[in-house]
């Protein structure tokens, strides 16, 4: 992507903005439920205070909707940082414009560390207002932005501030352009993608997209009921969408022409109501029972699925393979899971039911790249330009 980061520019004694995604999960006492998302972020922060920058840390947490909401404060968040940064004080600033963020933005010395209350309690960030974007710009010297997660979105904190002072790229940021940037300009081959989920409607241009660059795309989870549907199949109760029929049928014609290799499911696991307890059957996709639905990819399925996964140097994978959620049904899911990981290639996951149904399954370990950015992958994998993205410094 050829993006700046913070190897290529001189940060010592710089006031540098981080914008992170610490819209982490908290429980109701506030207590937060899963630190990795700030985590993540410590390479970039280590990295700066050891070259004696001044950190302030700009993030959003959940929908305020633009109005101060206390149990959105990013105050506990602050804490946990300071925990992470092994005793390292974390000041705090309960507005990130104003003069109290500018007062302790000025008297930041080399080494200290800042974090700012929460964006959004402003709707001027939503809105990608230019003159809070300029206010957030006025408190440092460089954006660093390791918000890979929010970056589809041309919000002020990662889009109008660029306009400001400079922005270039986090290390969080720069695996995420890695990894997801080879995959799309310069995959090793076999380049396999794996899509599934819910609905066909939600990932129609990440599959055009691909189909233009894979060897072999497998269709797999409730999506791939409307391509079984297009071929003529009857799928009972399964979650069709009957207007994207015809869209299915173009995809398929499309794989076709473009010699890429379409595998949809030859069997499914069908089941008599939409439940964890439902009775379930493995069944060909010519024999779902009317009343039933599918809600796995059956057994054949998996091993053709993984047989094609073999030989792979790159896979790309959005949504799982079944409701993973009902461990009946996650069995799909979990054999791909264990075939891309023993394939061995390079392997990204983006989405955020796919990265559960991995931690579910604990196999998230086994692969490459798990994209911190669910819709912001989804964007990259279209080949749209993301406004974080494009904002930032070329190199
Ligand atoms: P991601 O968040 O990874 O992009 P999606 O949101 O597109 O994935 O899809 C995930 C959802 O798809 C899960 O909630 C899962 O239960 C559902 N799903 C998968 N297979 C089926 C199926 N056969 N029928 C109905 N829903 C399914
Ligand atoms: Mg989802």
New binding site residues.
């Given amino acids: 992507m050829n993006k700046k980061s913070l190897n290529d520019i001189w940060v010592s004694g710089k006031k540098v903005l981080v914008r992170v995604d610490y819209n982490v999960p908290m429980d109701k006492e506030g207590n937060i439920t899963d630190d990795t998302r700030i985590r993540a972020t410590i390479p970039t922060l280590e990295f700066l205070l050891s070259k004696n920058a001044a950190v302030i840390i700009i993030s959003h947490l959940g929908r305020p909707k633009g109005k101060v909401a206390p149990e959105f404060s990013l105050k506990p968040v602050a804490q946990k940082l300071s925990q992470l940064l092994y005793g390292r004080e974390v000041q705090f600033a309960a507005d990130c414009i104003g003069p109290e963020a500018r007062s302790l933005s000025a008297a930041l010395g080399a080494g200290q560390v800042l974090m700012l209350e929460n964006l959004r309690f402003h709707a001027e960030e939503e809105k990608n207002d230019p003159e809070f974007a300029k206010q957030l710009a006025g408190l440092a010297d460089i954006l660093v932005n390791d918000a890979f997660g929010v970056s589809h979105r041309a919000h002020a904190s990662v889009h109008g501030i660029a306009k400001y002072i400079p922005a270039i790229s986090g290390f969080l940021m720069d695996k995420e352009l890695l990894f997801l940037g080879q995959a799309v300009t310069d995959p090793v081959r076999p380049f396999v993608a794996i899509i ?4 066909v409607s ?2 129609i241009g990440v599959i055009e997209n691909l189909l233009q660059k894979v060897d072999t795309l497998i269709i ?6 409307t391509f079984l549907a297009a071929q003529g199949y009857k799928c009972g109760k ?2 069709v969408e009957a207007d994207k029929l015809e869209l299915a049928k173009n995809l398929i014609t499309m794989a076709k022409s473009k010699g890429v290799s379409l595998l949809l499911p030859e069997d ?1 696991v069908v089941a008599d109501k ?1 439940a964890a307890d439902a009775d379930r059957k493995t069944v060909p996709v010519d024999q779902i029972p009317a009343e039933w ?4 990819i059956g057994p054949a399925t998996a091993a053709k699925f993984a047989q094609s996964l073999q030989t792979a140097k790159t896979v790309v994978w ?9 461990d009946a ?1 996650a069995v799909g899911t979990e054999a791909v899971a264990k075939a891309v990981a023993a394939s061995g290639a390079k392997s990204i996951v ?8 991995l931690e579910k399954l604990k196999l998230a370990a086994q692969i490459t790249h798990i994209s911190t950015g ?1 819709g912001a992958s ?1 964007e990259f994998l279209e080949g749209k330009e993301l406004p974080g993205i494009a904002a930032l410094a070329d190199k």
């Avoid at 797999?220 to 009921?225: P, T």
């Fill in positions: 599934g989920g819910a609905k939600d990932k797999g989870g409730g999506m791939a009921n399964s979650l499914v939409f639905m599918a809600l796995d959005n949504g799982p393979m079944g409701v993973f959620e009902f049904f983006g989405g955020g039911d796919s990265v559960a149904a669910g989804l």
